[in-house]
């Protein structure tokens, strides 16, 4: 049941990563039938977190929901899949594994036949010119198979979540049950501040400049980067991304073992290394998720699954509006509709 008291809803969750949006979407009402992802060490983290879950370690371009016909007809097909690049959409290159993972989840569709469907990626995606030959591609498969789709975008700060980051969105129904989903409109209160998030944080192994620290970082996250899976360690992003945290006092070119400690200077003269660096667990709750939602592996490879996540209040804003339109009796008041 939900929190509301009234019958879950069933969904498959591809490319899961870390959870983020099958968190999101259970706290909206959907039980996931399985969650499929390639990367050993996100499958240990669902595991890790919901253990209930069935959780299947395999590629998404040789899933056949054949051998798992528990997927058919769910009521939602979700994933926060890999960032489409600009410089493939303008070649539509087949052969572009971000492409063909995208290509693959339509695709998947002629299996499961699930009521609704729900993507997430780059926000570029709904409306940059390059990115027009695959929304045909995509517009042209769902008319197909009998499926109304809408693009848009929302930003996470928007809906709870600490942190400047764009999502963009496609949503789609069978018949006329589109005609009934509602965006989920922006918060009425003003977004959390990095200092409000992390604040208490900070404090925890007695910093003497938690609280100045945390009333100057008085406004959202600059969006969390996750970064290559093949090189590199982990850091917030790139220059730019950095040069952000640098006006909150944050070193953004690394990721700390544990929260500043009480003789910790806090010495701008210093540069980057008189200014905090956050932890992994930091960055989760910049992104969303609960405290108590743990990330397997090492430093690094939990930063990663933090950086690509889905922030879960943005799925569950996102399976609340879906989960009002395949049921108008729970329909929610308050949205605004988006065109076709």
């Excluded at 208490?200 to 970082?217: I, K, L, N, T, V």
Aim: aromatic residues 6%.
């Amino acid at each position: 049941m939900t929190e509301s008291g009234v019958e879950r809803l069933t969904c498959l969750a591809v490319c899961a990563g870390a959870g983020g949006l099958a968190l999101g979407l259970e706290q909206a009402g959907f039980e996931p039938v399985l969650l499929l992802d390639n990367r050993t060490v996100a499958c240990e983290t669902l595991r890790l977190n919901r253990p209930a879950w069935q959780t299947l370690e395999a590629d998404l371009l040789d899933f056949d929901p054949v051998d798992h016909q528990e997927t058919y007809d769910v009521d939602l097909l979700a994933g926060g899949l890999p960032r489409v690049k600009a410089s493939a959409a303008v070649g539509r290159a087949d052969d572009d594994e971000e492409i063909r993972i995208l290509a693959s989840t339509i695709m998947l569709m002629h299996g499961v036949r699930p009521r609704a469907l729900l993507i997430e990626n780059v926000p570029a995606l709904v409306f940059r010119p390059e990115y027009e030959p695959i929304r045909a591609y995509v517009a042209a498969e769902l008319e197909h198979l009998g499926y109304r789709h809408r693009w848009f975008v929302l930003n996470a700060m928007d809906h709870g979540v600490p942190q400047d980051r764009k999502q963009g969105v496609l949503v789609a129904f069978k018949d006329n049950a589109i005609d009934g989903f509602i965006a989920p409109a922006p918060d009425t209160e003003p977004p959390l501040t990095v200092g409000g998030a992390l604040g208490a944080s900070m404090a925890e192994r007695g910093w003497q400049h938690a609280a100045a620290w945390a009333a100057q970082a008085d406004r959202v996250a600059p969006t969390l980067v996750g970064g290559s899976w093949n090189r590199g360690g982990a850091d917030l992003g790139p220059t730019g991304t950095k040069r952000a945290w640098a006006r909150m006092r944050v070193n953004g070119g690394t990721v700390a073992d544990t929260v500043p400690g009480p003789d910790f200077p806090w010495d701008l003269s210093l540069g980057v290394k008189g200014m905090a660096a956050l932890t992994v667990e930091q960055a989760a709750r910049l992104q969303g998720f609960p405290g108590n939602w743990s990330f397997a592996g090492r430093k690094t490879a939990r930063y990663r699954q933090v950086g690509h996540a889905s922030p879960p209040p943005v799925g569950r804003a996102l399976g609340l509006a879906i989960r009002a339109a395949l049921e108008p009796r729970h329909r929610h008041p308050h949205g605004s509709t988006i065109a076709d």
